[in-house]
């Protein structure tokens, strides 16, 4: 059983920064992608950022380029998602994925989430 663990959350004054972690347990994390989510109140669940299993593909979702830099340590199964200028617009719970399958970008598996609340 794969299970994510979120960490880093918190509250920021906007221009902020914030980093957090996914340690990934329960799998290899051999030639699996990682993804970043979040979910505002009211609003639906919406793609952050996704890394490949090398780091060689990286994308973001176009409101947190230039500003979020997501990264991986393969050798500690941890993800990253660095996270500067922070605006209140970026206030939502911050969701871990991976995939079910290696090499895919379907994300099959989610952590619990971590808050992140960024004040004007």
């Known amino acids: 059983q794969v299970h994510l663990e979120e960490s880093g959350g918190g509250l920021v004054q906007a221009g902020g920064s914030l980093r957090l972690s996914c340690v990934v347990s329960?799998?290899?994390?051999?030639?699996?992608?990682m993804g970043w989510f979040r979910q505002a109140p009211g609003k639906e669940r919406e793609f952050v950022a996704r890394i490949s299993w090398g780091s060689i593909s990286i994308v973001y979702e176009d409101s947190v380029k230039g500003r979020f830099t997501i990264s991986r340590d393969n050798a500690k199964k941890t993800v990253y998602l660095q996270m500067n200028s922070l605006k209140p617009e970026d206030t939502a719970v911050y969701y871990c994925?991976?995939?079910?399958?290696?090499?895919?970008?379907?994300?099959?598996?989610w952590g619990q989430g971590t808050q992140v609340t960024v004040s004007s």
């Open positions: 994925a991976a995939p079910r399958l290696p090499g895919s970008y379907e994300f099959d598996y």
């Open positions: 329960g799998s290899t994390f051999i030639n699996y992608a």
